[in-house]
C-alpha cells in the first residue's frame, strides 16, 4: 500500500529554518509529482508547494522566495527547505501524492514559529 511518512517538524524562532522530509513507499516515487500542504490551527488546509518527475516546481505565494522543495529518487523522499521562517508558518505539514485517480497523504509533522 501507499505510504507516506513526514519527519523533521519542530519548535523554531522567527527568522529561522527548518529542512522537513517525506518518506515514501509503495509507489513509482520517480514518476510522481509530490507536494506539500499544510493546516495552521483553526484554519483549512492549504497548498504550499509541488515538484513534478522533472523536478519543476511551483509555490503557493506566501512562501515564494523562503520555502525550496526538492527530491531524491534514489531514497524515494521528498524535503521543503524552509527559511526566514513566521509565525504564520506555524501549521502542521502534510506530504501528499496521488496514483490512479487516488488520493494520498501522510500523518503529519508539527512545525512551530515563536515570535
Known amino acids: 500500500q501507499v505510504q507516506l511518512v513526514e519527519s523533521g517538524g519542530g519548535l523554531v524562532q522567527a527568522g529561522g529554518s527548518l529542512r522537513l522530509s517525506c518518506a515514501a513507499s509503495?509507489?513509482?516515487?520517480?514518476?510522481?509529482?509530490m507536494a506539500w500542504f499544510r493546516q495552521p490551527p483553526g484554519k483549512q488546509r492549504e497548498w504550499v508547494a509541488l515538484i513534478n518527475s522533472d523536478s519543476v516546481t511551483m509555490y503557493a505565494d506566501s512562501v515564494k522566495g523562503r520555502f525550496t522543495i526538492s527530491r531524491d529518487n534514489a531514497k524515494n523522499t521528498m524535503y521543503l527547505q524552509m527559511n526566514s521562517l513566521k509565525p504564520e508558518d506555524t501549521a502542521v505539514y502534510y506530504c501528499h501524492t496521488n496514483r490512479r485517480g487516488s488520493l494520498y497523504w501522510g500523518q503529519g509533522t508539527q512545525v512551530t514559529v515563536s515570535s
Open positions: 509503495g509507489i513509482m516515487f520517480s514518476v510522481n509529482t
